[in-house]
């Protein structure tokens, strides 16, 4: 490894490259036991139908970016390029903010297909009687997994008053249980934390340990990523709705599976029709990322139009992108520091760009 932090590509001579409110402490380190990390497969960008000097500028072109951390690229399940940037290198735990929301849309996937949750349409009150018992005639109670999923709930959400309140509580989940209903969010997709938080008591409950040791087990284990760090609330819940940190590489084996319908090397470990109604628009989205068009959202993952292909992506607050391009077999994800509000459409749109010049030298 260059001081760089550059990746020399296998076969070629061509240098290439050359949400988290809410929780209580820094993430907790976690290993996956049995696990020792295989490493991806490496080839270079041409033998994988990617024009190598576009994509050589576009890793060059990242580090005119001052919060970019790195991007990976991954095409046919094969590593084409990377670069890390800013003083971050390969084997780094990066927050990736709300990509944690599309890790958790997949572990659904994994409990609804092993039978540990009743359906898509079971409620809150449902899932987690006990919590509901405790706030009665909660809102919440009513709201489907579907909703939580879709964005949908109806809940009154504002952001920065209840990332406040869920941080300071000792427990947020009675808070999140007595959120009242919004009138203008009914039917509407509204981003919210809170709501999507509540999927880390609900799939623990479903399989008797924590959210943490359940993507462990499930998820992390059979992709090979053998470490991670998890934030916690107070309560020391691993929190849903951020919070996860992933070597970019490890992000890229997420995002792998996702375009591979739910397969890592062959073998199926999120179900495949899973896979395709997560990237499934389940109506338009009220965010908008240049150059994508048509934003919307499935089960917490974004959907659109790039360039005229339809893509799907993970998206954390400052630009931390897991995107997925099914029909190209395309992976590219991006880590960067979060950056202040009024920077983030800014910083959102610039990665983005680079990520686009990515998916316009794929053939």
């Not at 940190?245 to 996702?258: E, G, H, I, N």
């Not at 990237?279 to 994508?292: E, F, L, N």
């Not at 360039?307 to 630009?319: C, E, F, I, L, N």
């Not at 910083?347 to 316009?360: K, T």
Request: with cysteine; glycine share 10%; hydrophobic share 50%.
């Amino acid at each position: 490894m260059s001081s760089r932090r550059d990746l020399m590509l296998a076969g070629t001579a061509l240098l290439l490259g050359s949400g988290c409110a809410g929780t209580r402490v820094l993430p907790v380190a976690g290993t996956v036991a049995g696990v020792v990390a295989a490493e991806w497969d490496i080839a270079a960008p041409e033998r994988q139908g990617i024009d190598a000097a576009a994509l050589a500028g576009v890793l060059r072109d990242g580090a005119q970016l001052p919060a970019l951390r790195a991007m990976v690229v991954v095409r046919n399940g094969t590593l084409v390029g990377e670069r890390y940037y800013n003083g971050a290198s390969t084997d780094d735990l990066l927050p990736v903010n709300s990509v944690t929301k599309s890790v958790c849309a997949m572990l659904v996937g994994q409990a609804l297909q092993q039978d540990r949750l009743a359906g898509l349409d079971a409620t809150v009150g449902q899932l987690l009687p006990e919590a509901a018992a405790q706030v009665p005639g909660s809102a919440v109670a009513a709201v489907s997994l579907r909703q939580i999923l879709t964005g949908r709930t109806g809940l009154a959400s504002d952001w920065d008053r209840q990332s406040v309140a869920l941080a300071s509580a000792p427990d947020p989940l009675p808070l999140v249980m007595a959120l009242p209903t919004d009138p203008a969010a009914a039917g509407a997709w509204r981003y919210n934390n809170a709501a999507v938080g509540l999927l880390s008591p609900i799939l623990a409950r479903a399989h008797g340990r924590d959210l943490a040791e359940v993507a462990a087990r499930d998820l992390f284990g059979p992709l090979g990523i053998e470490r991670y760090a998890w934030s916690r609330d107070r309560a020391g819940r691993p929190t849903a709705h951020a919070g996860l940190r992933l070597r970019p590489r490890d992000v890229a084996r997420l995002a792998w599976t996702m375009a591979d319908g739910g397969r890592w090397r062959g073998s199926q470990v999120v179900p495949s029709a899973w896979v395709a109604e997560c990237m499934r628009p389940a109506g338009p989205a009220g965010w908008r990322v240049a150059p994508v068009s048509d934003v919307g959202y499935g089960y917490l993952w974004f959907t659109g139009q790039l360039h005229g292909r339809r893509v799907a992506w993970g998206w954390g607050y400052g630009a931390q992108y897991a995107l997925v391009v099914p029909e190209l077999r395309l992976v590219v994800t991006t880590a960067a520091t979060s950056p202040r509000i009024e920077d983030l459409q800014a910083q959102n749109n610039a990665v983005m760009a680079l990520v686009a010049r990515v998916v316009n030298a794929t053939a």
